[in-house]
């Protein structure tokens, strides 16, 4: 955000693990809460105006009195002898919103969020907000991403093809902040790479040439994307990069993912959602909240909860890089509902990993021909309340959305899978918000031919 006020000495930044569209790519993606990020980090936030350091602890009775001997929390200013200012100014943040309070009385773009009065707070708080300025300043930006760190990278993405400032992209298998290698088909203890030790000389050596003598001060506009289950990195300097192919899979009879569209006139799977799935607490969403591995196991129990299609085995090793977008018509008990899309690989063994994810909220779906503020990579939608269109229960509805940007190889051999749930009980508010259990019934037919574009090159 520093580069939005255009100061002439700022030459260079480095937008590292950027929550870019805070609300459209970590607390509400597809206008769905997540409430297991949001409560922790709301109430650690609470902890912090209160000035709360025993709360932050975890600790309380003989330990915070203990805990409160060593560390004051804040520190008063010298003339504060007694105290007085530091709680005058504590007692300054009782009012401030709390987030995740906010959070659940909101649900358009245009809602007003706690106190503050302002429209489409969450744009005007993210650097999303803020793009002319930002390109106005002219800032040369080193960035990192992870391609499973919440939706950050969509926003890495957005902006990159977007704004013209120079910006050298590195996009890896990180948690938030690359303290953890998360590509999940290596061991879950497998040490980061770059270490931090070069991670740091990275950013030195990007500083150096803006802002010590002598640097020539310019920067590569490329990205840098590692392929998850490859271990390779490719550069390119556009994005989707070149040589992919948008292949359409069709869900078809029998829990079945496939290139043939179909001819059934009638096919469609019932699924009663249930709100016991669940991608438990070391997903993309949770490691926003402060970093920590990203971590989903095999996903074959879960799977067995939700309404799925798997294709048959690769003939060769094909990669999958870009945005992919599924396309589900169907029709609902319910007049609200969350849609979220997993896309998964399934080892020869039946090893079920977990490569990607896309949610909708029902009543989000409509879609608009407006502008956005960035650059998107499937439907876009205002997510403002005059468009907010509720299903009409028993009637088919097309639900169109993209997956968060991936690049990741499916061996030969292995299967892809997507598999559709309507919850997910750790991480997700749940919809509908009356306790309702939706049924759902997907459509999979010559006229509603359900299904996933994915962006995928065969090796050659």
Request: proline share 6%; glycine share 10%.
């Amino acid at each position: 955000m520093v580069a939005v006020h255009r100061i002439p000495a700022v030459k260079s930044v480095a937008p590292l693990f950027n929550d870019f569209d805070n609300f459209g790519h970590l607390v509400f993606p597809g206008g769905v809460l997540t409430v297991g990020f949001l409560e922790s980090w709301s109430d650690r936030t609470r902890m912090q105006d209160l000035n709360d350091i025993c709360g932050l602890s975890g600790v309380s009775g003989a330990g915070c009195d203990e805990l409160r001997g060593r560390v004051t929390g804040v520190k008063p200013v010298d003339a504060d002898v007694d105290g007085a200012l530091l709680a005058a100014a504590v007692a300054e943040h009782e009012a401030n919103t709390v987030p995740f309070g906010a959070a659940l009385e909101y649900e358009y773009r245009d809602d007003p969020f706690g106190r503050y009065d302002e429209t489409n707070v969450g744009h005007r708080r993210s650097p999303s907000g803020h793009l002319p300025q930002i390109e106005e300043s002219g800032v040369a930006m080193f960035v990192r991403a992870g391609w499973q760190d919440a939706a950050t990278v969509n926003g890495t993405l957005g902006r990159y093809n977007t704004i013209s400032n120079a910006q050298q992209v590195f996009i890896g298998p990180w948690d938030h902040g690359a303290r953890n290698d998360a590509d999940p088909f290596r061991a879950d203890d497998t040490p980061v790479a770059p270490d931090a030790d070069e991670q740091f000389a990275q950013l030195v050596a990007f500083f150096d040439e803006h802002l010590k003598e002598g640097g020539a001060g310019t920067t590569p506009t490329e990205i840098n994307y590692y392929t998850l289950g490859a271990d390779r990195w490719t550069r390119t300097e556009t994005w989707p990069p070149d040589g992919f192919d948008d292949v359409t899979w069709y869900f078809g009879a029998d829990g079945a993912l496939t290139r043939e569209s179909p001819a059934d006139a009638d096919g469609a799977d019932t699924h009663t959602v249930d709100f016991t799935a669940t991608t438990g607490t070391r997903n993309r969403w949770y490691t926003n909240g402060g970093g920590g591995d990203v971590v989903y196991g095999d996903r074959r129990d879960e799977d067995a909860k939700l309404l799925t299609y798997t294709s048959a085995p690769m003939a060769v090793d094909t990669e999958i890089t870009g945005h992919p977008v599924v396309t589900l018509w169907l029709s609902s008990t319910e007049s609200d509902g969350a849609f979220i899309v997993y896309l998964e690989d399934i080892a020869p063994d039946g090893t079920v990993t977990y490569i990607t994810e896309g949610q909708l909220r029902a009543v989000m779906r409509a879609v608009t021909d407006d502008p956005p503020l960035y650059r998107k990579y499937g439907p876009h939608r205002s997510e403002l309340r005059a468009d907010g269109m509720p299903l009409v229960p028993g009637e088919v509805a097309k639900i169109s959305f993209d997956l968060w940007a991936t690049s990741v190889l499916i061996r030969e051999g292995h299967r892809i899978r997507v598999a559709v749930a309507g919850a997910d009980a750790d991480t997700f508010l749940r919809y509908p918000r009356d306790g309702s259990v939706p049924v759902l019934s997907v459509q999979r037919n010559a006229t509603y031919p359900s299904g996933i574009v994915l962006p995928m090159q065969e090796s050659r």
